[in-house]
């Protein structure tokens, strides 16, 4: 191989290596960014959450026309920790197979089985066509199902 040829071929090498790595950084880049505004977007949601459940003036303007104004904010409290779990699923902070676990958690608790009572179906709409989201609505769907309070009375 002449010199020329090779000093051709290494510099292809060279451009092709960088341009990989580049491709690489630029994806990484592009999911940290995702990550960033999954976290903004959920930062605001859970400082209307508890603005909302913990002042009743404004929650009196959102609330359903068949619900208490306490009752609803029991309720967006029980949202709060739910959103909570699901911004850590979505950052994969939950590991693999342990979801269920936590959603179970979420679930033994009375408030959050009632606000899942009320607004599950809402929160399955929401996540139609987010295939994380859907995953995540179904097990905590689930898991309050399964709680032994959510069961009729054996007779």
């Known amino acids: 191989m002449k010199l020329t040829t090779a000093v051709l071929a290494a510099g292809a090498a060279l451009s092709l290596t960088t341009a990989v790595v580049g491709a690489a950084r630029l994806r ?43 009752e609803y904010m029991e309720l967006l409290k029980a949202n709060q920790l739910i959103c909570t779990l699901s911004l850590r699923d979505r950052l994969g902070f939950v590991r693999t197979g342990h979801l269920p676990f936590f959603a179970s958690m979420v679930m033994s608790s009375d408030v959050c089985r009632r606000y899942w009572h009320h607004f599950g179906d809402l929160r399955a709409q929401e996540a139609e066509g987010d295939e994380r989201a859907e995953h995540f609505t179904r097990v905590l769907d689930q898991a309050a199902k399964n709680h032994p309070r959510a069961q009729p009375a054996a007779v």
């Not at 880049?29 to 859970?46: K, T």
């Not at 959450?49 to 609330?63: E, F, G, H, V």
């Open 28 to 70: 990484q880049d592009a999911r940290h960014q995702a990550e960033r505004n999954v976290a903004v977007v959920a930062r605001n949601q859970l400082d209307w959450l508890a603005q909302m459940s913990t002042n009743p003036d404004p929650a009196k303007l959102w609330k359903p026309e068949d619900m208490g104004v306490e």
